[in-house]
């Protein structure tokens, strides 16, 4: 019991086990001080050496954040980019559909192949998973073409809840 005079100041610590114990009275002891005054050492030096490596892990998290931020800004245009090139290559490879020319037609692969893949497919995700802009209205007839001329031939059918494949 430590005198009355210090025990304001008095803290009741609990070790993880005996050893720990024995180890830290050993190092206090090489140390030349009381296992109280090793452990306040200790403590103080820990907070005097954390603080500097807080500080810049802090001025790196805020960087990483910001950058992170430019990154999804940049994801976001580059996706952007893509659906609009992904529209005008499907555009390039279908016109026939919208020139209503005399000959062979030839059928989107992909359009084959996502029908084909089951389920119904309602019309936002079937340009979804075609990557096909939503806002193209030259893309829009193309697919809707297709899907006609699929549907002409019966392997394909539209209902209320979207298009599906029936050949």
């Given at each position: 019991?430590?005198?009355?005079?210090?025990?304001?100041?008095?803290?009741?610590l609990m070790?993880p086990?005996?050893?720990?114990?024995?180890?830290w009275?050993?190092?206090?002891?090489?140390?030349?001080m009381?296992?109280?005054a090793?452990?306040?050492a200790?403590?103080?030096n820990?907070l005097?050496?954390?603080?500097a490596?807080?500080?810049?892990?802090?001025t790196?998290k805020?960087a990483?954040q910001?950058?992170?931020?430019k990154?999804?800004?940049?994801?976001?245009?580059?996706?952007a980019?893509l659906?609009?090139?992904?529209t005008e290559?499907?555009?390039?490879?279908?016109?026939?559909f919208l020139?209503?020319?005399?000959?062979?037609?030839?059928f989107?692969k992909?359009i084959?192949?996502?029908l084909?893949?089951?389920?119904?497919?309602?019309?936002?995700?079937?340009?979804?998973?075609l990557?096909?802009?939503?806002?193209d209205a030259?893309?829009?007839?193309?697919i809707?073409?297709q899907l006609?001329?699929l549907q002409?031939?019966?392997l394909?059918?539209?209902?209320?809840r979207?298009?599906?494949?029936?050949?």
């Amino acid at each position: 019991m430590p005198l009355v005079k210090y025990r304001s100041r008095q803290i009741c610590l609990m070790v993880p086990n005996e050893d720990v114990k024995k180890a830290w009275l050993t190092l206090a002891k090489e140390a030349g001080m009381t296992l109280s005054a090793w452990i306040v050492a200790r403590v103080e030096n820990s907070l005097f050496e954390d603080s500097a490596p807080i500080q810049e892990i802090t001025t790196q998290k805020s960087a990483l954040q910001e950058e992170n931020r430019k990154l999804r800004i940049d994801l976001g245009l580059r996706d952007a980019r893509l659906r609009e090139l992904e529209t005008e290559v499907f555009k390039a490879q279908h016109t026939a559909f919208l020139q209503n020319a005399d000959g062979e037609e030839m059928f989107s692969k992909g359009i084959v192949e996502v029908l084909r893949s089951g389920g119904i497919w309602p019309g936002q995700d079937l340009l979804r998973e075609l990557g096909v802009d939503v806002d193209d209205a030259k893309a829009l007839q193309v697919i809707h073409n297709q899907l006609t001329a699929l549907q002409d031939f019966g392997l394909a059918a539209e209902s209320a809840r979207g298009w599906k494949w029936i050949g």
